[in-house]
């Protein structure tokens, strides 16, 4: 059997030492375009902020590696320009020497991944304006922040880079990973960054309150975000710098521009070869990988896949399902009934210290989708037992199905403890678990990693007394009517307080039940939402109608207001 796979990375790469595990007698041609099989261009913007000080570090295995234990026929620089489906051959261009050559396949396996987008806008190939995908991209990027030319000669290490560069500011188009990323580790150079982006939130997968929390902590660092704002073109300045043009008008200075604007399906090739692409602009797979040609299978970002909560057609250029779904397709290329189960899109960001993580799906797609047979909590607990020195507060947001209790979704902010309790719950959301799962879900417990209520459990004990009804749920974007009670105590209400609320102390309910009204709702709110559950229990068994205003005035304040006052996460 001889197979071909355009494309190495994550998928095709992983593709190519899967199948050869599986298959010893298989001959496999991977063909890569650029001059690197295989490496983490995750990490990408780390080496242009020099915290990943060597380039040979992001490579994660060369061609000798494939050559020599998988015995794999590795040609780089080496492109794929057209796919025969009937006669089953795919020609190939050397980069080098241009030369076009023809290479017949039993089985062919897709994994170009998908382009940065760069907009049709004037004074888009300006000097200075980069993208950001390659190993060559972030070098060229180094040498402009040092020098102010895109010569590469001789500038593979820089035992240098530190020292004073020329560019001093720069411009960072789009809130996604790539984009922030970039633009914390350009400040971690010492340049003023500011960021633009079109859209009313940073990292669209998250929900906007979400999002508020971190874009302020963002801001604190230094950077300076300006959102609701298109790109509309560049033009070049004085000494060589650039101004970038927004839709509102305004025009922002830059020495350079990183575009982080997202990515698009590279599908090129299939579309010549006439295989079938989605509304999405992404390749069609089956679950086994296979694309409408039944011996040409699809992987990576450039593929449509199901959404696993939804099941929704979705994209997702995401490294850990580019690599499940290389060694799915060639588990089923070598006879074994593999499945790809679907994404669920976890992912996390950390950024200056801090990390933003998510699973699942967002309120704003459930919303989007029409889907109403959802709840939703938040909760504010520390990341390890409070008297422990170091705990750090955590703020998440968990979605369940209000029928049954499925876990639909999970966002987590902080700076410590974001990723294990992320990863917990898109455990849970992989084995169709419910909240009331999470309530008994068994962790590990010392202080200084947890709380004997983990976090976890405490959004299952959360959203479990609300679907038992022991504790009505209400949010502050969706307040009718009803009488406002704050349960704080009164030296916290100089701090931040919500005109018109009445003020009862939470020690001092039970004595003054007389001044509540009996015929009206109560809407119960504290700091994060633990003393108004206490409250709404007291209120409700004494024949109250009661709400708990989900998260307190910790989600009022992002919610409802642009600037916190106090009760800041950060």
């Given at each position: 059997?001889?197979?071909i796979?355009?494309?190495?990375?994550?998928?095709?790469?992983s593709c190519?030492?899967?199948?050869?595990?599986l298959d010893?007698?298989?001959?496999?041609i991977m063909?890569?375009?650029?001059?690197?099989v295989?490496y983490a261009?995750?990490?990408?913007p780390?080496y242009?902020?020099?915290?990943i000080?060597?380039?040979?570090?992001?490579l994660?295995?060369?061609?000798?590696?494939?050559?020599?234990?998988?015995a794999?026929?590795?040609?780089?620089?080496?492109?794929a320009i057209?796919?025969?489906?009937e006669?089953k051959?795919?020609?190939l261009?050397?980069g080098?020497?241009?030369?076009?050559t023809?290479?017949s396949?039993d089985?062919l396996?897709l994994?170009p991944?998908?382009a940065p987008i760069?907009?049709p806008?004037?004074?888009?190939?300006?000097?200075?304006?980069f993208s950001v995908?390659?190993?060559?991209?972030?070098?060229?990027i180094?040498t402009?922040?040092?020098?102010?030319?895109?010569d590469q000669?001789g500038m593979?290490t820089?035992?240098?880079?530190?020292?004073v560069?020329?560019?001093?500011r720069?411009?960072v188009v789009?809130?996604?990973f790539i984009g922030?990323?970039?633009?914390?580790?350009?400040?971690?150079?010492?340049?003023e960054v500011t960021?633009i982006?079109?859209d009313n939130q940073?990292l669209?997968p998250i929900?906007q309150?979400?999002?508020?929390?971190?874009e302020?902590?963002l801001?604190k660092?230094?950077?300076r975000?300006?959102?609701?704002?298109?790109l509309?073109?560049f033009q070049?300045a004085a000494k060589g710098s650039?101004?970038?043009?927004?839709q509102s008008?305004?025009?922002y200075?830059a020495d350079?521009v990183i575009?982080?604007?997202?990515?698009?399906?590279?599908?090129?090739l299939a579309?010549?070869a006439?295989?079938?692409?989605?509304?999405?602009?992404?390749i069609?797979v089956?679950?086994?990988?296979r694309?409408?040609?039944p011996?040409?299978f699809?992987?990576?970002d450039?593929?449509?896949?199901k959404d696993?909560?939804t099941g929704?057609?979705?994209?997702?250029?995401?490294?850990?399902p580019a690599n499940r779904q290389?060694r799915i397709?060639?588990?089923v290329i070598a006879?074994?009934n593999?499945?790809f189960?679907?994404?669920q899109?976890?992912a996390i960001?950390g950024?200056?210290?801090g990390?933003?993580?998510?699973?699942?799906?967002?309120e704003?797609?459930l919303?989007r989708?029409?889907?109403?047979?959802f709840?939703?909590?938040?909760?504010y607990?520390?990341?390890h037992?409070g008297?422990?020195p170091?705990?750090?507060m955590l703020a998440?947001?968990v979605?369940?199905?209000k029928?049954?209790?499925?876990?639909?979704g999970a966002?987590?902010?902080?700076l410590?403890g974001?990723?294990?309790r992320?990863d917990?719950i898109a455990?849970a959301i992989?084995m169709?678990?419910t909240?009331?799962?999470?309530?008994e879900?068994?962790?590990?417990?010392?202080?200084?990693?947890?709380?004997?209520k983990a976090p976890?459990n405490f959004a299952?004990?959360?959203?479990?007394?609300?679907l038992?009804g022991?504790?009505?749920?209400?949010?502050?974007?969706?307040?009718e009517s009803g009488?406002?009670?704050?349960?704080r105590?009164?030296?916290?209400l100089?701090v931040e307080?919500?005109?018109?609320?009445?003020?009862?102390?939470?020690?001092?309910?039970?004595a003054?039940?007389?001044?509540?009204?009996?015929?009206?709702?109560?809407?119960?709110?504290?700091?994060s939402g633990q003393?108004a559950y206490y409250?709404?229990?007291?209120?409700?068994q004494n024949g109250?109608k009661?709400r708990?205003l989900?998260?307190?005035?910790?989600?009022?304040s992002v919610?409802?207001?642009e600037?916190?006052v106090?009760g800041?996460l950060?």
């Amino acid at each position: 059997m001889k197979v071909i796979i355009v494309g190495g990375v994550a998928g095709g790469a992983s593709c190519a030492a899967r199948l050869r595990r599986l298959d010893e007698t298989a001959e496999i041609i991977m063909v890569e375009r650029g001059p690197y099989v295989s490496y983490a261009n995750c990490g990408l913007p780390y080496y242009v902020g020099g915290l990943i000080e060597r380039e040979s570090s992001l490579l994660v295995a060369d061609e000798s590696t494939f050559r020599n234990q998988f015995a794999i026929d590795v040609r780089t620089r080496c492109e794929a320009i057209a796919i025969s489906p009937e006669n089953k051959t795919v020609d190939l261009r050397n980069g080098v020497t241009g030369e076009v050559t023809t290479e017949s396949y039993d089985k062919l396996v897709l994994s170009p991944g998908a382009a940065p987008i760069r907009p049709p806008v004037p004074g888009i190939d300006l000097p200075g304006i980069f993208s950001v995908r390659t190993i060559p991209d972030a070098r060229t990027i180094r040498t402009w922040i040092e020098q102010g030319t895109t010569d590469q000669s001789g500038m593979n290490t820089y035992s240098g880079f530190q020292t004073v560069k020329r560019a001093k500011r720069a411009v960072v188009v789009g809130g996604g990973f790539i984009g922030l990323e970039m633009a914390e580790n350009l400040i971690h150079l010492g340049l003023e960054v500011t960021l633009i982006e079109r859209d009313n939130q940073l990292l669209s997968p998250i929900d906007q309150e979400m999002a508020r929390l971190g874009e302020r902590y963002l801001e604190k660092q230094g950077l300076r975000i300006c959102l609701n704002d298109g790109l509309t073109g560049f033009q070049q300045a004085a000494k060589g710098s650039l101004e970038v043009l927004t839709q509102s008008g305004k025009t922002y200075p830059a020495d350079i521009v990183i575009l982080g604007i997202g990515v698009k399906p590279e599908t090129d090739l299939a579309k010549q070869a006439g295989l079938e692409i989605g509304e999405l602009g992404g390749i069609r797979v089956d679950d086994q990988m296979r694309t409408s040609k039944p011996d040409i299978f699809a992987v990576g970002d450039a593929i449509e896949v199901k959404d696993f909560v939804t099941g929704q057609w979705s994209l997702y250029a995401l490294a850990g399902p580019a690599n499940r779904q290389g060694r799915i397709a060639a588990d089923v290329i070598a006879g074994r009934n593999s499945r790809f189960r679907g994404t669920q899109g976890t992912a996390i960001i950390g950024l200056f210290g801090g990390a933003i993580a998510w699973t699942g799906v967002s309120e704003k797609v459930l919303t989007r989708l029409g889907d109403t047979d959802f709840e939703k909590i938040y909760i504010y607990p520390n990341s390890h037992a409070g008297y422990y020195p170091g705990a750090k507060m955590l703020a998440m947001k968990v979605i369940f199905r209000k029928s049954d209790g499925r876990i639909l979704g999970a966002q987590a902010l902080g700076l410590d403890g974001v990723d294990k309790r992320i990863d917990a719950i898109a455990m849970a959301i992989q084995m169709g678990a419910t909240i009331y799962d999470l309530e008994e879900t068994e962790l590990c417990y010392a202080p200084q990693f947890g709380s004997a209520k983990a976090p976890v459990n405490f959004a299952g004990m959360v959203a479990a007394d609300v679907l038992r009804g022991d504790m009505p749920l209400s949010h502050w974007n969706n307040i009718e009517s009803g009488l406002l009670l704050d349960v704080r105590n009164p030296e916290e209400l100089a701090v931040e307080n919500v005109p018109g609320a009445v003020n009862i102390p939470l020690h001092e309910l039970r004595a003054r039940l007389g001044e509540l009204p009996q015929d009206q709702e109560i809407l119960v709110f504290c700091r994060s939402g633990q003393r108004a559950y206490y409250a709404t229990r007291i209120l409700v068994q004494n024949g109250f109608k009661a709400r708990n205003l989900s998260g307190g005035m910790m989600s009022h304040s992002v919610i409802l207001r642009e600037e916190t006052v106090g009760g800041t996460l950060y």
